[in-house]
């Protein structure tokens, strides 16, 4: 079964640091197009950051740019998304999405911004 | 980064047939930007039923389908029940960049 599963979640302050990560079963990372999306409560989904299977290129919407890492490790089957800078904003549930033509999306992990 | 347009709500009769569209402020969507359609009830994760513009996966009911329309990428329900009312997203692909829409409200009524 093709699963994805988000971790690394929580509440932190304006300015802090988070790591999210995805786990992949049911399926390889290598060759496949992975991408992170996050959704406020309430709103619409938003694309965070997209990672090429084939190319391994890495791309960034321009409200994460230069303060998100987005990172694969095919030995762990996992995607990372590094969160710097962080901003009351960036306050959502964050998800992963994959696997053959993006079949596949995690539960989310929620991630909070506050003082 | 490009914006893509989708109506807010549609309401469409139980039974009936009813299409949502996505749009692309660079002018017409191709298949090359490689719609994709997603479902998404309330409380639950999306979950993923049009790719590259009218494939669907194997859990996708037949009642949808995906195409260009006038320049657009539209999602058609045919045969619309009460279990299809949900937002739907659109996304497209822009050279390696993606971007969803803001999402249609489908209410089944």
């Known amino acids: 079964e093709v699963q994805l599963v988000e971790s690394g979640g929580g509440l932190v302050n304006p300015g802090g640091s988070l790591r999210l990560t995805c786990v992949a079963s049911g399926f390889t990372l290598t060759g496949n197009h992975m991408t992170w999306v996050r959704q406020a409560s309430g709103k619409g989904l938003e694309w965070i950051s997209f990672?090429?299977?084939?190319?391994?290129?890495?791309s960034y919407a321009d409200s994460v740019k230069g303060r998100f890492t987005m990172s694969r490790d095919d030995a762990k089957n996992s995607v990372y998304l590094q969160m710097n800078s962080l901003r009351v904003e960036d306050t959502a549930l964050y998800y992963c999405?994959?696997?053959?033509?993006?079949?596949?999306w995690g539960q989310g992990t929620p991630v909070t911004v506050s003082s | 980064q490009a914006v893509v347009t989708q109506e807010p709500s549609v309401t469409v009769s139980p039974g009936g047939t009813v299409t949502l569209t996505c749009a692309s402020s660079?002018?017409?969507?191709?298949?090359?930007?490689?719609p994709y359609w997603f479902q998404q009830k309330p409380g639950q994760a999306p979950r993923t039923l049009i790719y590259?513009?009218?494939n669907k996966h194997s859990w996708t009911p037949a009642r949808f389908s995906g195409s260009l329309l006038g320049g657009k990428a539209a999602l058609t329900l045919s045969g619309a029940q009460p279990e299809d009312e949900a937002d739907y997203y659109c996304?497209?692909?822009?050279?390696?960049?993606?971007?969803f829409g803001g999402g249609t409200k489908l209410t089944v009524l």
């Open positions: 590259d513009t009218n």
């Open positions: 990672i090429n299977g084939v190319t391994n290129k890495i």
């Open positions: 999405l994959g696997a053959g033509s993006f079949s596949s």
């Open positions: 660079t002018g017409a969507v191709t298949s090359g930007h490689y």
């Open positions: 996304f497209l692909f822009y050279d390696g960049d993606v971007v």
